[in-house]
């Protein structure tokens, strides 16, 4: 009684974790779902099917999978989107996929000598884990670089290890409740355990990696808002400029009176020739690059560079209009000056180059600093800081490389002969990919 009991819950239970699985694959490959209640229905309906037909096989191997193929592609279009092409390439491919998996485990466990009743059963439990298994490399896939980044890859490999000696675990177990029939209740219980613990674990994974990503969005968020900061400083700063210039417009103007009423040419001449060359001094001052927002960054960190006796060279001629976003040209500028500054700032030779160029569309950035090849190490693909807390830094390149990523651009980052060196190429969105943002 215990038995027929506990083979009842196995099969409703390993029902739900086959649509749980597939379902994780729809919102992998087809989004996130839609809500209302026709969808429940459907699924539910599905999942009745799939446990009558656990029960009684009342259809051939043959029909069943093309009854599953359809069934999918019903869930996929009335769950996830509008698109029957989308909606039938996945309910093939899955189904295909699922098919192949079954296969391989049958042609194994073929050679085992089980009963058909535990090839049956166990084939159910291995093909199920072979396909989460697959699942869970898809859904690492298909994460931006930036949280994957957190958490690399050969830890997520590591992580994989859990379903591969769970499915062996599985097949270990079947071969023994096939051999010795009164464990074949605590077999099929402790396969589903193993089952929900890998749910369990991944999940726990997805949540960390989750949590990691909104921790550095938030950190990418407060960098971005002093970048801003700085910004505005510098604006208010040529603002306060301005306005003490128009306010001893006046004064000199009186000056220039005076010496004209006196004839004084000469003295009039060099007086007004004395106030062009303050007034193109600060005009150079303001202007280097030609944009507005592009220079309001150099001149702040210009002037940083001045007060740590950095020299600092720009070579950076732009148009005032540019076909980026104003909070991505910050975002660049900001983080890379930043790094720069603080790269160099204790070198006695310090000095940061820039190069800026804007030419048929296409927006060239380098920026040059010398460096102390100590405080900077090569791991996993990127260079990361060597200071104390580290955790609370290296964000910078991180952000640039997602700004970068925005316009389909490139980075290049290179320490070497105690220079570190960044070249960036930005390529205007076209009009398509304005319409999907």
């Given at each position: 009684?215990?038995?027929?009991?506990?083979?009842?819950?196995?099969k409703?239970?390993?029902?739900?974790?086959?649509?749980?699985t597939?379902?994780q694959y729809?919102?992998i490959?087809?989004?996130?779902?839609?809500?209302?209640w026709?969808?429940t229905?459907?699924?539910?309906?599905y999942f009745?099917?799939?446990?009558?037909?656990?029960?009684?096989?009342f259809?051939?191997?043959?029909?069943?999978?093309?009854?599953?193929?359809?069934?999918?592609m019903?869930l996929?279009?009335?769950?996830?989107?509008?698109s029957k092409?989308k909606?039938?390439?996945?309910?093939?491919?899955?189904?295909?996929?699922?098919m192949?998996?079954?296969?391989?485990v049958?042609?194994?466990?073929k050679y085992?000598?089980?009963?058909?009743?535990?090839?049956?059963?166990a084939?159910g439990?291995?093909?199920?884990?072979?396909m989460?298994?697959i699942?869970?490399?898809?859904?690492?896939m298909a994460?931006?670089?930036a949280?994957?980044g957190r958490?690399?890859t050969h830890?997520?490999t590591?992580?994989?290890?859990?379903p591969?000696?769970s499915?062996?675990?599985?097949?270990k177990?079947?071969?023994?409740?096939?051999?010795?029939?009164?464990?074949?209740?605590t077999v099929?219980?402790t396969?589903?355990?193993l089952?929900?613990?890998?749910y369990?674990i991944?999940?726990?994974?997805?949540?960390?990696?989750q949590?990691?990503g909104i921790?550095?969005?938030?950190?990418l968020y407060?960098?971005?808002?002093?970048?801003?900061?700085?910004?505005t400083?510098?604006?208010?700063?040529?603002?306060?400029a301005?306005?003490?210039?128009?306010?001893?417009?006046?004064?000199h103007?009186i000056?220039?009176l005076g010496?004209?009423?006196?004839?004084?040419?000469?003295?009039?001449?060099?007086?007004?020739k004395?106030l062009l060359?303050?007034w193109t001094?600060?005009?150079?001052?303001?202007?280097?690059?030609?944009?507005s927002?592009?220079d309001?960054?150099?001149?702040?960190?210009?002037?940083?560079a001045?007060?740590?006796?950095?020299r600092?060279e720009c070579?950076?001629?732009?148009?005032?209009?540019l076909?980026f976003?104003a909070?991505c040209?910050?975002?660049?500028f900001g983080?890379?000056?930043?790094?720069?500054l603080?790269?160099s700032?204790?070198?006695?030779?310090?000095?940061?180059?820039?190069?800026?160029?804007y030419?048929k569309?296409?927006?060239?950035?380098n920026?040059?600093?010398i460096?102390?090849?100590?405080?900077?190490k090569?791991?996993g693909?990127e260079?990361?800081?060597?200071?104390?807390e580290p955790?609370?830094?290296?964000?910078?390149l991180?952000?640039?490389?997602?700004?970068?990523e925005?316009?389909?651009?490139s980075?290049?980052v290179?320490?070497?002969?105690?220079?570190?060196d960044?070249?960036?190429?930005?390529?205007?969105?076209?009009d398509?990919?304005?319409?999907?943002?």
């Amino acid at each position: 009684m215990m038995d027929s009991f506990i083979f009842v819950v196995s099969k409703v239970l390993l029902s739900a974790f086959y649509l749980f699985t597939v379902y994780q694959y729809m919102r992998i490959f087809l989004g996130e779902p839609k809500k209302g209640w026709l969808k429940t229905i459907l699924w539910s309906s599905y999942f009745i099917f799939q446990i009558v037909y656990k029960f009684i096989q009342f259809l051939s191997p043959q029909f069943f999978w093309v009854i599953t193929t359809i069934s999918l592609m019903i869930l996929a279009y009335f769950s996830f989107g509008d698109s029957k092409k989308k909606s039938f390439l996945f309910a093939v491919i899955i189904s295909v996929g699922w098919m192949i998996a079954e296969i391989i485990v049958m042609l194994f466990l073929k050679y085992s000598g089980m009963s058909d009743r535990a090839l049956n059963d166990a084939c159910g439990f291995l093909a199920t884990t072979i396909m989460f298994c697959i699942l869970q490399l898809l859904r690492q896939m298909a994460r931006s670089k930036a949280v994957a980044g957190r958490f690399p890859t050969h830890r997520f490999t590591a992580l994989m290890v859990v379903p591969f000696f769970s499915a062996i675990l599985i097949y270990k177990l079947f071969w023994i409740a096939d051999r010795y029939s009164e464990f074949s209740g605590t077999v099929i219980m402790t396969g589903l355990v193993l089952l929900v613990i890998n749910y369990v674990i991944f999940e726990t994974y997805e949540w960390l990696v989750q949590s990691a990503g909104i921790k550095e969005q938030s950190l990418l968020y407060e960098q971005q808002l002093e970048l801003y900061r700085r910004q505005t400083q510098e604006r208010e700063k040529k603002m306060i400029a301005q306005r003490r210039l128009r306010h001893d417009i006046k004064h000199h103007l009186i000056a220039i009176l005076g010496l004209a009423k006196h004839e004084n040419s000469v003295r009039t001449a060099g007086y007004i020739k004395t106030l062009l060359e303050e007034w193109t001094y600060s005009e150079r001052e303001s202007r280097i690059s030609g944009n507005s927002i592009v220079d309001s960054l150099l001149a702040y960190y210009r002037d940083q560079a001045e007060e740590y006796h950095i020299r600092f060279e720009c070579e950076a001629k732009l148009p005032e209009e540019l076909p980026f976003e104003a909070g991505c040209l910050t975002v660049i500028f900001g983080n890379l000056l930043d790094n720069a500054l603080e790269g160099s700032r204790k070198r006695e030779d310090a000095w940061i180059l820039v190069r800026v160029s804007y030419e048929k569309g296409v927006l060239f950035i380098n920026i040059r600093n010398i460096c102390d090849p100590k405080q900077l190490k090569f791991s996993g693909g990127e260079y990361i800081t060597t200071k104390q807390e580290p955790e609370n830094h290296g964000y910078g390149l991180k952000s640039v490389e997602q700004a970068v990523e925005a316009y389909s651009g490139s980075m290049e980052v290179e320490c070497r002969d105690n220079v570190f060196d960044v070249t960036l190429v930005l390529f205007p969105k076209s009009d398509m990919q304005m319409g999907f943002l």
